[in-house]
C-alpha cells in the first residue's frame, strides 16, 4: 500500500458546525503533515507530527486542531471556521522528517 | 527575498520540445531538494528527488548546485500529459524539525 487516503472527498460546512478530516497512511511512515492551499498558490504548511507527536505548529488559529492518534492516522479538526478558511487540505506523510513526502488527494472545503 | 524562487510561467511549447525550468533557493541550510508536478485540482505528485550529483529518470533530469544554491529540470521530448504545474521544493531543517518550502509553481503547457 503506497498511497495517503483522506475522507471525505468534500465538505460544506457553516461557520458553526464542528467537522474532522481524516488522513490514513499505511506505509510505516513515522512523519504526518497537514497543509491549506488555495487556489493558484502553492501549499501552506499548518503542521508536522513526528512519531506521534506535534513537531511544527505553523501558528495556525485555534479554530484548527490537530489529533495524531496513533502512526497511521491524522485528523484535523474543525470548529468556527470562517469562510476565507474554504480551499484544498493536504495531507502528507513521510518516512522520517527529512525524506520525501507522499500527498494524499486532499478535502475541498467551502465554509459558507 | 522568497525562499525559493521559481519563473510562474507559463511555459507554452509544442510536443517534442525540450523545455527547463530553474528554481533557486536561498537558505543555505536547506538539506534536500525535490521537484513535484500538481495537475489542476489535484495533490502535488513527486516527480523527483535532486541530488548534487545531478539524477535523471527517462525524459526528466533534475541538477542542484548547492555552491549557487541552484536547482534544475530538464524535460526532453515533451508530451502533452507533462502539462502541469512543476513545484521546485526544498526541504529545510527547523530546530528539531524539517520543513518542506515550497516554490510558486512553473506552468507548462505542451500544445499538439
Known amino acids: 500500500d503506497t498511497e495517503v487516503t483522506q475522507t471525505p472527498k468534500h465538505l460544506v460546512m457553516g461557520m458553526t458546525n464542528k467537522k474532522s478530516l481524516k488522513c490514513e497512511q499505511h506505509?510505516?511512515?513515522?512523519?504526518m503533515y497537514w497543509y491549506k492551499q488555495k487556489a493558484k498558490k502553492p501549499p501552506e504548511l499548518m503542521f508536522v507530527?513526528?512519531?506521534?507527536?506535534?513537531?511544527i505548529n505553523e501558528s495556525v488559529p485555534s479554530r484548527f486542531s490537530p489529533e495524531c492518534p496513533n502512526s497511521s492516522l491524522l485528523n484535523l479538526h474543525l470548529h468556527a471556521l470562517q469562510p476565507e478558511d474554504s480551499a484544498l487540505y493536504l495531507c502528507?506523510?513521510?518516512?522520517?522528517?527529512?525524506?520525501?513526502?507522499?500527498f494524499g488527494p486532499g478535502t475541498r472545503l467551502t465554509v459558507l | 527575498r522568497k525562499e525559493v524562487e521559481q519563473d510562474p510561467g507559463p511555459f507554452n511549447v509544442p510536443e517534442g520540445a525540450t523545455v527547463a525550468f530553474n528554481c533557486t533557493y536561498s537558505?543555505?541550510?536547506?538539506?534536500?531538494f525535490f521537484w513535484y508536478r500538481q495537475d489542476c485540482r489535484k495533490e502535488p505528485k513527486l516527480l523527483m528527488s535532486?541530488?548534487?550529483s545531478g539524477n535523471e529518470d527517462g525524459r526528466f533530469t533534475a541538477q542542484l548546485n548547492r555552491a549557487s544554491q541552484y536547482i534544475s529540470l530538464l524535460i526532453r521530448d515533451s508530451k502533452l500529459s507533462d502539462s502541469a504545474t512543476y513545484l521546485c521544493?526544498?526541504?529545510?531543517?527547523?530546530?528539531?524539525?524539517?520543513?518542506?518550502?515550497f516554490g510558486s509553481g512553473t506552468r507548462l503547457l505542451v500544445r499538439p
Open positions: 521544493v526544498v526541504n529545510m531543517r527547523m530546530d528539531s524539525s524539517y520543513k518542506l518550502i
Open positions: 507530527y513526528s512519531y506521534e507527536k506535534l513537531s
Open positions: 535532486v541530488y548534487s
Open positions: 537558505n543555505s541550510a536547506s538539506q534536500s
Open positions: 502528507a506523510s513521510s518516512h522520517e522528517l527529512e525524506n520525501e513526502q507522499f
Open positions: 506505509m510505516g511512515h513515522r512523519a
